[in-house]
């Protein structure tokens, strides 16, 4: 790497940071004011970096395009696939990978349990948004007239005595999954199989994608899959954290 590079970009670190002056950035590159400023200039007019009245300096417009441009190429599900193979393979249970596309979720990536269980989802399949874990997690981040607007038009299929069936109850349950942060198909899609859904979020904690865990009752019971919750928000921050989610700009 040349000099001069390896100079702009600890520039650049250096502005991550907070704003800095020319005096401030000569001393702690140990360099020149001339060859710092020479730097800035150059990074100033292609938008890297601008500097205030106070001739302070701070990241420019043009790197923020670039860093939103770096963040949405980042595929959810190329970026999700190793982590949920990791978590398939720690507990042998289905776990399921969804979006929300064209106002339906659907699965987009799935690994199936160890067990000889087969579950109903395939890949490319919409998740009924009523009574799925998935479901309700990705719709629950959406806003609230939004939500009432897909409550409306929901046809609440009975597929278990458990299904909810009106939107008063759906719009409740969905106050609950954003409270609680995570969602539950207590077999509600499929008789005697339970599901626990998490969010996993993009750099701007915008909920881009969820995760879930599927297992029939013959294998784990209702306490003993939510017992896996941890688990599963392990995995779903781990793949936030892959897209340029921080903790710290987690909103409640």
Same mark, same amino acid.
């Given at each position: 790497?040349?000099?001069?590079?390896?100079?702009?970009?600890?520039?650049?670190?250096?502005?991550?940071?907070?704003?800095?002056?020319?005096?401030?950035?000569?001393?702690?590159?140990d360099?020149?004011?001339?060859?710092?400023?020479?730097?800035?200039?150059?990074?100033?007019?292609?938008?890297?970096?601008?500097?205030?009245?106070?001739?302070? #300096?701070?990241?420019?417009?043009?790197?923020?395009?670039?860093?939103?441009?770096?963040?949405?190429?980042?595929?959810?599900?190329?970026?999700?696939r190793?982590?949920?193979?990791?978590?398939?393979?720690?507990?042998?249970?289905?776990?399921?990978?969804a979006?929300?596309?064209?106002?339906?979720?659907? #699965?987009?990536?799935?690994?199936d349990?160890?067990?000889?269980?087969?579950? #109903?989802?395939?890949?490319?399949?919409?998740?009924?948004?009523?009574?799925?874990?998935?479901?309700?997690?990705?719709?629950?981040?959406?806003?609230?007239?939004?939500?009432?607007?897909?409550?409306?038009?929901?046809? #609440?299929?009975?597929?278990?005595?458990?299904?909810?069936?009106?939107?008063?109850?759906?719009?409740?349950?969905?106050?609950?999954?954003?409270?609680?942060?995570?969602?539950?198909?207590?077999?509600?899609?499929?008789?005697?199989v339970?599901?626990?859904?998490?969010?996993?979020?993009?750099g701007?904690?915008?909920?881009?994608?969820?995760?879930?865990?599927?297992?029939?009752?013959?294998?784990?019971?209702?306490?003993?899959?939510?017992?896996?919750?941890?688990?599963?928000?392990?995995?779903?921050?781990?793949?936030?954290?892959?897209?340029?989610?921080?903790?710290?700009?987690?909103?409640?």
């Open positions: 790497m040349s000099q001069s590079l390896s100079r702009a970009l600890t520039i650049l670190g250096l502005l991550g940071e907070e704003t800095r002056s020319l005096d401030q950035l000569a001393r702690e590159l360099v020149h004011k001339t060859t710092v400023l020479r730097l800035l200039r150059t990074m100033e007019s292609d938008r890297f970096v601008q500097h205030d009245a106070d001739h302070r #300096y701070v990241l420019g417009s043009r790197f923020f395009e670039l860093a939103n441009r770096a963040l949405e190429q980042r595929d959810v599900r190329t970026v999700a190793p982590h949920l193979a990791a978590l398939n393979a720690a507990t042998g249970q289905t776990i399921h990978l979006t929300l596309e064209g106002g339906e979720a659907v #699965y987009i990536d799935k690994f349990a160890t067990q000889s269980v087969r579950m #109903y989802s395939r890949i490319g399949r919409p998740a009924p948004l009523h009574c799925t874990a998935v479901g309700k997690v990705l719709v629950s981040a959406l806003p609230r007239a939004e939500q009432r607007q897909i409550a409306q038009r929901i046809e #609440y299929a009975r597929f278990t005595d458990r299904t909810i069936d009106s939107a008063e109850r759906y719009l409740a349950e969905l106050d609950l999954v954003a409270e609680q942060g995570y969602a539950e198909d207590h077999e509600e899609h499929e008789t005697f339970n599901c626990v859904g998490v969010p996993i979020l993009d701007t904690g915008r909920t881009v994608a969820a995760v879930s865990m599927s297992v029939p009752d013959m294998l784990l019971d209702h306490g003993q899959v939510l017992g896996k919750l941890p688990e599963i928000l392990a995995v779903a921050e781990s793949i936030s954290a892959d897209l340029g989610w921080k903790p710290t700009e987690k909103t409640s």
